[in-house]
């Protein structure tokens, strides 16, 4: 089992970048892959990006364009979201979430087992 909290929202301008956050305990978080996903309110949660375990592979979302990126360091236990060119169409709460694969990543929110609560990230116009 492992444990996952979020940090690194805010409020910024169009335009801005944010790096969240994911920080994990418990199991060995070398072994889980770790997505990312937002929600808005109103809306169904959404799947923004995902990494691998020992970031063999990435994956992004199509609205994403180039403007993300993903990284992990398993001797920190952390998962990284650089954020760049935020558009107020970002703006939502942010979650990470882990899942336990041989390889590989999942889209799929309903499949991982293990969330965060959450770090709202803002852009204004």
């Known amino acids: 089992q492992v444990t996952l909290r979020e940090s690194g929202g805010g409020l910024v301008q169009s335009g801005g970048s944010l790096k969240l956050s994911c920080a994990a305990s418990g199991d060995d978080f ?20 995902a990494i691998s375990r020992r970031a063999f592979t990435t994956h992004f979302a199509s609205f994403v364009k180039g403007r993300f990126t993903i990284s992990r360091d398993d001797a920190k236990n952390t998962v990284s979201l650089q954020m760049n060119s935020l558009q107020p169409a970002d703006t939502a709460s942010y979650l990470c979430a882990a899942i336990t694969l041989t390889g590989g990543i999942s889209i799929a ?17």
Request: proline share 5%; aromatic share 18%.
């Open 30 to 49: 070398s072994s889980y892959a770790i997505g990312w996903f937002r929600q808005a309110p109103g809306k169904d949660r959404e799947f923004v990006a």
């Open 109 to 125: 929110a309903a499949e991982y087992p293990y969330w965060g609560h959450g770090t709202q990230v803002t852009v204004s116009s």
